[in-house]
């Protein structure tokens, strides 16, 4: 079956410094990534639609300067969260859509990020 | 305003008997349900998918039915074995896009 790998699994890095989370589709071609960020005992709150080749689409109230997504190829994503602060510690996780028709969603393993 | 339901409760089940989930909507009309299984610090797993003209799937000892007059679609676990404590949720899928909305899920566990 197809697989989303993600990376890294955790990071922890201090308040301000810059984190970047990497989403690969490993055996098929994903043009759309999501990013979808959790709190515990929470729902998945979209982020972002990454699109391969043109500008991600953020979800209301995600600030794009703070959130940059980057889908460069049709197997990679990269999240970078800029300027962390401690209220951006959550899990992080990608997913794409397979080719079945509805789509459904392979999801990567998540990233635990803190910010000190 | 728009919401998905799933009981915020724990559902603590013997082992043997069958876990049945609710997922309740509002404010939706969604073309496709989809159940996803979500293990503590992992990313959720697709288990099953069911259209707005279909009234139940199967899938082993999973079942899941959906009624769009109700708004609701239930999620049976068979024969339940510890294996299958997780979070398991629900997600809408809507007319005409990409999208899922997810609900909070819904946590078992399977006692031995």
């Known amino acids: 079956g197809a697989v989303v790998s993600q990376h890294p699994s955790w990071v922890i890095c201090k308040s301000g410094t810059s984190v970047k989370i990497e989403c690969r589709s490993l055996?098929?071609?994903?043009?759309?990534m999501f990013w979808y960020r959790q709190f515990p005992k929470q729902s998945l709150m979209l982020m972002a639609t990454s699109n391969e080749g043109s500008k991600a689409t953020y979800e209301q109230g995600v600030e794009k300067d703070k959130f940059l997504i980057n889908h460069a190829s049709l197997t990679l994503s990269t999240l970078t969260v800029t300027s962390a602060h401690p209220e951006d510690s959550s899990f992080y996780i990608c997913?794409?859509?397979?080719?079945?028709?509805?789509?459904?969603?392979?999801f990567g393993p998540g990233t635990r990020l803190t910010v000190l | 305003s728009q919401k998905i339901e799933q009981n915020s409760e724990a559902l603590n089940i013997q082992e043997g008997k069958t876990a049945t989930l609710t997922c309740n909507y509002t404010n939706y009309s969604p073309a496709y349900l989809q159940w996803y299984r979500q293990d503590p610090g992992r990313g959720p797993v697709f288990l099953l998918l069911?259209?707005?003209?279909?009234k139940e799937k199967r899938k082993e000892r999973l079942k899941v039915t959906f009624d769009t007059t109700l708004k609701q679609s239930l999620f049976h676990i068979t024969a339940s074995q510890p294996a299958d404590s997780a979070t398991y949720l629900c997600a809408l899928g809507l007319y005409g896009n990409n999208r899922l909305a997810f609900g909070k899920g819904n946590q078992v566990v399977v006692i031995p």
């Open positions: 055996d098929f071609q994903a043009t759309t």
């Open positions: 997913s794409a859509p397979g080719a079945s028709v509805p789509p459904r969603r392979y």
């Open positions: 069911i259209r707005e003209n279909e």
